[in-house]
Protein backbone atom coordinates (compact mmCIF):
# COMPACT_ATOMS: atom_id res chain seq x y z
CA UNK A 1 0.00 0.00 0.00
CA UNK A 2 1.32 3.35 -0.63
CA UNK A 3 1.89 6.31 2.10
CA UNK A 4 -0.90 7.98 1.80
CA UNK A 5 -3.44 5.00 3.11
CA UNK A 6 -1.21 4.98 6.49
CA UNK A 7 -0.82 8.64 6.65
CA UNK A 8 -4.78 8.55 6.74
CA UNK A 9 -4.92 5.29 9.29
CA UNK A 10 -2.50 7.63 11.39
CA UNK A 11 -4.10 10.89 11.34
CA UNK A 12 -7.48 8.97 12.37
CA UNK A 13 -5.58 7.16 15.34
CA UNK A 14 -4.42 10.39 16.62
CA UNK A 15 -7.84 12.21 16.34
CA UNK A 16 -8.86 9.08 18.58
CA UNK A 17 -6.70 9.37 20.98
CA UNK A 18 -7.07 12.72 20.89
CA UNK A 19 -10.79 12.48 21.76
CA UNK A 20 -10.47 10.08 23.97
CA UNK A 21 -7.48 12.02 26.00
CA UNK A 22 -9.89 15.05 25.69
CA UNK A 23 -13.06 13.26 27.22
CA UNK A 24 -14.51 13.09 23.75
CA UNK A 25 -17.38 11.20 22.90
CA UNK A 26 -15.59 8.83 20.80
CA UNK A 27 -15.63 6.33 24.30
CA UNK A 28 -19.47 6.83 24.38
CA UNK A 29 -19.59 5.40 21.17
CA UNK A 30 -17.34 1.89 21.93
CA UNK A 31 -18.86 -1.32 22.47
CA UNK A 32 -18.29 -1.36 26.45
CA UNK A 33 -15.57 -3.99 26.01
CA UNK A 34 -13.72 -1.38 24.19
CA UNK A 35 -14.53 1.08 26.77
CA UNK A 36 -13.23 -1.15 28.89
CA UNK A 37 -9.64 -2.28 26.80
CA UNK A 38 -9.43 1.77 26.45
CA UNK A 39 -9.33 2.70 29.98
CA UNK A 40 -6.80 -0.13 30.54
CA UNK A 41 -4.21 1.30 27.84
CA UNK A 42 -5.07 4.79 29.23
CA UNK A 43 -3.89 3.14 32.28
CA UNK A 44 -1.04 1.92 31.03
CA UNK A 45 -0.42 4.90 29.09
CA UNK A 46 0.02 7.07 31.45
CA UNK A 47 2.50 4.92 33.43
CA UNK A 48 4.81 5.13 30.44
CA UNK A 49 4.62 8.89 30.39
CA UNK A 50 5.37 9.45 34.05
CA UNK A 51 1.23 10.56 34.63
CA UNK A 52 0.67 10.08 37.75
CA UNK A 53 -2.35 11.63 38.63
CA UNK A 54 -3.61 10.15 35.30
CA UNK A 55 -2.90 6.86 36.16
CA UNK A 56 -3.93 7.05 39.41
CA UNK A 57 -7.40 8.85 37.98
CA UNK A 58 -8.34 5.63 35.98
CA UNK A 59 -8.45 3.68 39.51
CA UNK A 60 -10.91 3.63 41.50
CA UNK A 61 -11.23 5.12 45.14
CA UNK A 62 -11.34 1.77 46.40
CA UNK A 63 -9.06 -0.17 44.03
CA UNK A 64 -7.05 -3.22 45.28
CA UNK A 65 -3.81 -4.15 43.87
CA UNK A 66 -2.04 -7.38 44.26
CA UNK A 67 1.78 -7.97 43.08
CA UNK A 68 4.88 -9.24 44.07
CA UNK A 69 2.75 -11.15 47.21
CA UNK A 70 1.67 -7.90 48.18
CA UNK A 71 -2.00 -5.98 48.56
CA UNK A 72 -2.13 -2.58 48.44
CA UNK A 73 -5.10 0.01 48.33
CA UNK A 74 -4.83 3.15 46.18
CA UNK A 75 -3.08 5.42 49.16
CA UNK A 76 -0.34 3.04 49.53
CA UNK A 77 0.27 2.72 46.26
CA UNK A 78 0.75 6.31 45.73
CA UNK A 79 3.00 6.61 47.87
CA UNK A 80 4.69 3.34 47.58
CA UNK A 81 5.42 1.88 44.48
CA UNK A 82 3.54 3.92 41.46
CA UNK A 83 7.06 5.83 40.88
CA UNK A 84 9.02 2.98 40.43
CA UNK A 85 6.02 1.42 38.11
CA UNK A 86 6.56 4.33 36.10
CA UNK A 87 9.81 4.39 36.06
CA UNK A 88 9.93 0.51 34.75
CA UNK A 89 6.78 1.34 32.15
CA UNK A 90 9.19 3.99 31.17
CA UNK A 91 12.41 1.95 30.64
CA UNK A 92 11.44 -1.41 29.56
CA UNK A 93 9.25 -2.08 26.41
CA UNK A 94 6.18 -4.32 26.89
CA UNK A 95 4.02 -5.97 24.17
CA UNK A 96 1.07 -7.18 25.98
CA UNK A 97 -0.80 -10.06 24.16
CA UNK A 98 -4.45 -10.31 23.29
CA UNK A 99 -7.16 -8.85 25.77
CA UNK A 100 -10.22 -10.79 26.82
CA UNK A 101 -12.49 -8.82 28.57
CA UNK A 102 -15.81 -10.34 29.95
CA UNK A 103 -18.71 -8.24 30.62
CA UNK A 104 -21.49 -9.22 33.04
CA UNK A 105 -23.84 -5.65 33.69
CA UNK A 106 -21.37 -2.72 35.08
CA UNK A 107 -18.60 -5.36 35.81
CA UNK A 108 -15.81 -6.20 33.69
CA UNK A 109 -12.59 -8.28 34.14
CA UNK A 110 -9.93 -8.01 31.39
CA UNK A 111 -6.95 -10.73 31.39
CA UNK A 112 -3.86 -10.29 29.22
CA UNK A 113 -0.12 -11.82 29.35
CA UNK A 114 2.59 -9.94 27.72
CA UNK A 115 6.16 -9.71 27.08
CA UNK A 116 8.57 -7.29 28.75
CA UNK A 117 12.00 -6.67 27.44
CA UNK A 118 14.74 -4.29 28.08
CA UNK A 119 17.26 -2.94 30.48
CA UNK A 120 16.41 -0.86 33.59
CA UNK A 121 19.69 0.65 35.06
CA UNK A 122 22.41 -2.30 35.28
CA UNK A 123 19.31 -4.74 35.05
CA UNK A 124 18.30 -6.90 31.56
CA UNK A 125 14.92 -7.77 31.92
CA UNK A 126 13.30 -10.66 29.90
CA UNK A 127 9.74 -11.25 31.52
CA UNK A 128 6.62 -13.27 30.61
CA UNK A 129 3.58 -11.15 32.40
CA UNK A 130 -0.09 -11.72 33.06
CA UNK A 131 -2.67 -9.25 34.34
CA UNK A 132 -6.15 -9.17 35.09
CA UNK A 133 -8.07 -6.68 36.02
CA UNK A 134 -11.77 -5.78 37.41
CA UNK A 135 -13.28 -2.96 36.72
CA UNK A 136 -17.25 -1.45 37.28
CA UNK A 137 -18.72 1.41 35.15
CA UNK A 138 -19.80 4.15 37.69
CA UNK A 139 -21.81 7.17 36.38
CA UNK A 140 -21.10 6.28 33.11
CA UNK A 141 -17.65 5.69 33.74
CA UNK A 142 -15.37 2.51 34.08
CA UNK A 143 -12.53 2.71 37.01
CA UNK A 144 -10.24 0.04 37.59
CA UNK A 145 -11.60 -1.75 40.57
CA UNK A 146 -8.51 -4.26 41.13
CA UNK A 147 -4.70 -5.49 39.76
CA UNK A 148 -3.24 -8.39 39.77
CA UNK A 149 0.07 -8.44 38.10
CA UNK A 150 2.34 -11.10 38.25
CA UNK A 151 5.73 -12.16 36.33
CA UNK A 152 8.32 -14.42 35.70
CA UNK A 153 11.42 -14.60 33.75
CA UNK A 154 11.33 -15.36 30.10
CA UNK A 155 12.77 -19.48 29.34
Request: hydrophobic share 45%; with cysteine; aromatic share 6%.
Amino acid sequence: MDTKYYRVVALLCGVMIAMLADGGSVVGQQSPEMQVVAVIDAYHAALAAGDSVTALGHLAPDVTILESGGVEDKESYRSGHLAADMRFAQAVPRQRGEIQVTLVGNVAWAYSTSVTQGRLGDREINSQGAELMVLAREDGAWKIKAIHWSSRQRR
